[in-house]
């Protein structure tokens, strides 16, 4: 494949050309061979295909969690042992398969060869390495502590990739059986009532108002599949959209918090998340106003990201952080805002935003577990809820016509 490209000479001069290379990550390392630093690259020619894969591959292929973790382990156990930091991205860049992260290795090991920190190449790869990752590696180097901030990021991310776990496998059971009840009822509704409907009409049965709903929604769907299917991709689509905007968010969180239950989980994981990310921070070195903002990008339930938003705010202003968990005693327990003030007052705030994050933690693995031993019994009473009515509602008038028979 040929690449129109960019690089940047020992000189400081930039140089333009067209090179053979199997992707972009190959390119660079032709150029940086030639002592060519690569700037940016973009396949040439009218082949829209391979336009379309390089776009795709770029927008769709991520670094998942998992491999953030593992480099950021390995990184601080190599700087452990004395090993420069240059050499063990070197090493993990050999090691890992995931193209993306290569690339970005790549590209950072270019910058610190130049002379740039870590925490400079990390920023050029916003979608690869969160604000959170990039302060916690600056303040390591500031502080020279860069192996201890490297092994505290692994630890979070550990941590926030269990929570993410653990919700994930409470919710996929009844998912996957809601989806399955839709989907039956809907080839019910097309292909077995349509067959009964026809049966009472022959018979001329007078028809139940259950009966007659069930048939009414059947030839909705029935007489519209085509129009109800565009409606479903349609509200597929609206649904994330109105989720990325402002109202639409406050309106979906303001509902899930108050949900039975769910609510309280949700609220659980969020000050769980809040509070480690916070701690994360401290520990690493980072000033109070800077780990506020930060942990603001972390979370993402609207009310909670607002509460942090105005703790930047006040302790600015001069107020303690305790005093914004205290105001909203909706989204914090009481001991939370206790907890915090009293890490204040001690001078170990990190050290009691980490025993709090531990309890919410153990709290939603707690929860996660009662999730599924309560909602077994909610969906059989949601399924034989629908099956009864639904059998009640097409049999009562087949025994009405053998009564009157």
């Known amino acids: 494949m040929q690449f129109s490209f960019k690089a940047k000479k020992k000189d400081g001069s930039i140089e333009k050309g067209v090179r053979d290379a199997e992707d972009k990550l190959s390119l660079s390392h032709i150029l940086r061979e030639e002592g060519l630093i690569l700037f940016s690259a973009e396949p040439v020619g009218g082949n829209k295909i391979i336009k379309f894969l390089t776009w795709l591959n770029e927008t769709v292929v991520t670094v998942g969690l998992s491999e953030k973790i593992v480099f950021a382990r390995n990184l601080s156990a190599m700087v452990s042992a004395g090993l420069s930091i240059s050499r063990g991205i070197e090493i993990l860049e050999k090691q890992t398969e995931n193209k993306k992260l290569k690339e970005a290795l790549n590209g950072i090991s270019i910058g610190i060869s130049q002379g740039k920190t870590l925490s400079d190449g990390l920023k050029n790869y916003p979608r690869i390495f969160s604000p959170l990752f990039i302060a916690m590696v600056h303040a390591g180097e500031e502080s020279g502590g860069l192996a201890p901030a490297l092994k505290e990021i692994a630890i979070h991310l ?3 990739n269990v929570l993410i776990k653990k919700v994930r496998s409470a919710l996929i059971y009844p998912a996957i059986v809601m989806v399955a009840i839709v989907i039956i009822g809907i080839l019910m509704l097309i292909f077995v009532v349509p067959t009964l409907t026809k049966t009472f009409k022959e018979l001329n049965v007078a028809l139940p108002a259950s009966t007659r709903f069930i048939i009414w ?3 909705l769907i029935s007489n519209n599949i085509f129009g109800m299917l565009g409606l479903l991709v349609f509200l597929a689509i609206l649904f994330p959209v109105l989720l990325h905007t402002k109202r639409g968010k406050k309106t979906f969180d303001f509902l899930v918090l108050r949900i039975p239950f769910v609510g309280n989980l949700v609220k659980q994981i969020n000050i769980a998340r809040a509070t480690r990310t916070l701690s994360s921070l401290l520990r690493a070195g980072v000033s109070v106003t800077q780990s506020t903002t930060i942990t603001t990008d972390v979370i993402q339930n609207f009310y909670y990201k607002n509460s942090i938003g105005e703790a930047t705010t006040k302790i600015e202003k001069g107020s303690p952080i305790a005093e914004v968990f205290k ?10 805002g206790e907890m915090v003030e009293v ?6 705030l990190a050290d009691m935003l980490l025993d709090i994050a531990k309890f919410y933690e153990e709290q939603v693995e707690t929860a996660t577990k009662d999730l599924s031993t309560v909602i077994e019994p909610v969906l059989m009473i949601v399924i034989g809820s629908a099956v009864g009515f639904f059998a009640i509602s097409m049999i009562s008038p087949t025994y009405s016509v053998l009564n009157n028979i």
């Open 217 to 219: 929604i059947s030839d």
């Open 343 to 348: 890490g204040e007052e001690t001078g170990k």
């Open 327 to 336: 105001d909203n005693d909706f989204l914090y327990p009481v001991m939370v």
């Open 158 to 160: 550990e941590k926030n």
